[in-house]
């Protein structure tokens, strides 16, 4: 741990524990304070441009058991956070077909600052939302498909937008106990300064080992200050944030080895796998209201280190040393956002215009090397790297009748790669850029009721590597094609909103997305390999009943169809690509007394392109019950997989070689779902 964040952690921790901390505080009744309920979701009537999209706020998100951070984005109807190796790595994500991998195809936003890496060390898109404090979350916008002109690189299948809190209802400490050595505290504090703006801080420690036969041993440190002021017409944020994170990994093991009883289900091919993570950031946030609409800005700089060891095919590449690999990657990243929206009429019609310009640069350092219990024995490829991408967008909203609306968009992006590798060959620079427009038709509302027409073409980029690259870097004898910087998507969508049935919030979408090329950058061999081109159709059915105060119901279906647009002699099928995925969640509250449960279906997905093999569907339902013992004090008891079955969290299907001696076989690999788990939370309110 960084001496930073251990005086950041302990600076936090220690004046929560004191409310009279000097500074200007109003005198306010603590018993006299009450809570407005704004309600879970804003889906409303007339509020969005297409019917998959939609805005959960803190009540619903407070609502959701946790078994990590990253699972908040499970509240996206059919969106699937699952993990095949340590807590400290960025999750494995699923939605409309795609597996996501740790995040291409979805782009994720904190407070306007982008959280997906690009050329990164384990994956295109790199998604770690570890570093989050689900407890200071005020709200998650989620979009899906390329219909919006304000999103750009990761996009394609959908985005959240995560908004934090500026001050807290009331100030708290939280301890959590649970099983397998889970320790969790945190503690908030926030206070409204003399001159009106408010102060956040918050700090964060966790331990855990979890079921694994070799202990996790995970250790996690986060801290966050924010300072936010409204003056006049203008309101602003800026946020501090530090995190660190270490970890043992158990990676997905071999399924026969755990039928045949030779391994632990919760055993490791590996004992040494793992890694070490951490990422500062400091970013602002300026709104001025005007009398025509609104001028934002946002500024970000990033601080971002991992390096992590993985081991998945065991003995296949090195019978003597193992095939262990460490990816190296660090980063400093600066960027930001300007946009200016006017709100007014034209020709008699209401009318709404946005215009923006975003730019990002990410400097990196990325390393691959060959490993042996985390011990270097060569490097495969060194590389610097410099990305840089600017981007324009605009979008105007026209409502022509009362019952018709329209939203024609678009945006250009540009970017700049410039790689510096120990391999020459592989050095170079490219440069790429896109147009991508968006169209969309509102029709309503009827009856309370809506519908949509959307279409829109986005993008994904590829590893800067791969643009340049013309050998492979594990045998230089070997030639590669560069790929292209830009991969296309189009995507449409036919959807129908409706609030019809009183307290009943319902939606119904019917998606396709075609992708020009699956790119994918092969992060543990350090090349870049060239998929076929992709096509995706599903539908989407989400229900949301609020029938009173005390109950709250949700239902959501998500089926999807994904294969390769292209016969070919392997197989059509997309591996990874989940067909169904069901949610359920109930929500009671009564007197002192709370709680809910929440059930999540993963349908089988093929892990071979020809079909042939398939993974298990898995069931999962978790549970939670809370007491609120006084106003200050509660106590919380949550289980997760409350029915202890065994399931796999996450399969794969390759070669691998489990002994120096052992012959290679294909095979599947799984990393299992965690058994029942109990946590107990007890907190304090101040």
């Known amino acids: 741990m960084s001496v930073f964040n251990l005086r950041l952690f302990l600076f936090i921790f220690l004046i929560s524990l004191n409310n009279q901390f000097a500074l200007a505080h109003p005198e306010v009744d603590s018993e006299l304070t009450e809570m407005v309920v704004t309600g879970h979701h804003s889906n409303a009537i007339g509020s969005l441009d297409a019917a998959s999209g939609g805005i959960i706020y803190q009540e619903a998100i407070e609502d959701k058991i946790l078994l990590r951070p990253a699972e908040v984005l499970e509240m996206v109807p059919g969106f699937v956070a699952a993990q ?6 960025a999750n494995q994500y699923f939605l409309r077909g795609f597996n996501l991998d740790h995040g291409t195809d979805f782009a994720t936003y904190l407070d306007g600052m982008p959280i997906n890496m690009p050329t990164h060390a384990h994956g295109q898109g790199y998604t770690d939302l570890n ?210 929206v006017w709100l007014g009429e034209a020709m008699g019609f209401n009318t709404s215009n946005e215009l923006g310009v975003q730019f990002r640069q990410d400097r990196i350092h990325v390393g691959l090397s060959n490993t042996q219990n985390r011990n270097t024995l060569n490097t495969i490829r060194d590389d610097q790297v410099l990305q840089s991408n600017v981007s324009l967008y605009g979008e105007n909203v026209i409502k022509w009748l009362p019952w018709f609306r329209t939203n024609l968009g678009g945006r250009w992006d540009q970017y700049y790669f410039d790689v510096t590798s120990d391999i020459s060959q592989n050095s170079g620079t490219n440069h ?59 995507g449409y969508e036919l959807g129908i909103r ?66 390769y647009a292209h016969d070919d002699a392997a197989g059509n099928f997309i591996p990874g690509s989940v ?40 069931s999962l339902i978790n549970g939670r019950i809370k007491y609120q013992i006084n106003r200050q004090t509660d106590l919380k008891l949550d289980v997760f997989n409350l029915l202890n079955r065994q399931m796999d969290d996450i399969a794969y299907y390759y070669q691998y070689k489990v002994s120096p001696s052992a012959l290679p076989s294909d095979g599947l690999v799984i990393h299992p779902s965690e058994p029942r788990t109990f946590r107990v939370s007890l907190s304090y309110k101040f």
């Open 84 to 89: 095949h190796s340590g807590d400290g790595k």
């Open 131 to 340: 570093f989050l404090i689900p407890e200071l979350v005020e709200s998650l916008e989620y979009r899906k498909g390329p219909y919006y002109a304000e999103n750009g690189d990761f996009s394609s299948a959908g985005s959240a937008r995560i908004s934090l809190k500026n001050s807290l209802i009331d100030n708290f400490s939280e301890l959590t106990l649970g099983s397998n050595n889970y320790q969790r505290l945190i503690s908030a504090y926030s206070n409204q300064l003399k001159n009106g703006a408010n102060l956040l801080l918050a700090g964060e420690f966790m331990t855990n080992d979890g079921p694994w036969l070799y202990g996790e041993g995970l250790r996690k440190f986060n801290g966050l200050i924010r300072y936010s002021q409204q003056i006049d017409n203008d309101r602003f944020s800026i946020t501090a944030m530090s995190y660190t994170n270490s970890w043992n990994a158990t990676d997905q093991i071999p399924k026969s080895l755990i039928d045949n009883g030779l391994i632990n289900r919760y055993g490791s091919m590996d004992p040494s796998d793992g890694g070490h993570t951490n990422r500062s950031s400091l970013s602002g946030n300026w709104r001025r209201s005007l009398s025509d609409g609104y001028f934002d800005a946002s500024l970000y700089l990033i601080r971002y280190q991992l390096q992590l060891y993985s081991n998945f095919t065991y003995f296949l590449n090195n019978p003597i040393n193992g095939d262990q690999f460490k990816q190296d990657d660090d980063r400093n990243v600066f960027g930001g956002q300007i946009k200016r």
């Open 432 to 490: 790429v850029g896109l147009f991508s427009p968006k169209l969309s038709f509102i029709f309503g509302p009827f009856a309370k009721t809506e519908f949509f027409l959307n279409w829109g073409q986005g993008f994904h980029t590829n590893d800067a590597r791969g643009t340049v690259m013309s050998v492979d870097p594990s045998n230089l004898t070997n030639k590669v094609e560069p790929v292209p910087g830009i991969v296309k998507t189009t």
């Open 498 to 563: 409706t609030e019809l049935i009183p307290k009943l919030k319902s939606t119904l979408s019917l998606w396709t997305l075609a992708v020009d090329s699956e790119l994918i950058f092969l992060g543990n061999a350090g090349i870049t390999e060239a998929s076929r081109a992709s096509h995706r159709q599903g539908i989407e059915w989400t229900n949301r009943y609020e029938p009173s105060d005390w109950l709250s119901l949700q239902a959501d279906i998500s089926l999807s169809k994904a294969r």
């Open 579 to 618: 067909e169904k995925v069901g949610m359920f969640s109930v929500t009671l509250r009564e007197g002192l007394w709370s709680g809910g449960m929440q059930w999540r279906y993963v349908g089988s997905m093929p892990l071979t392109e020809d079909g042939s093999i398939y993974s298990s569907p898995s």
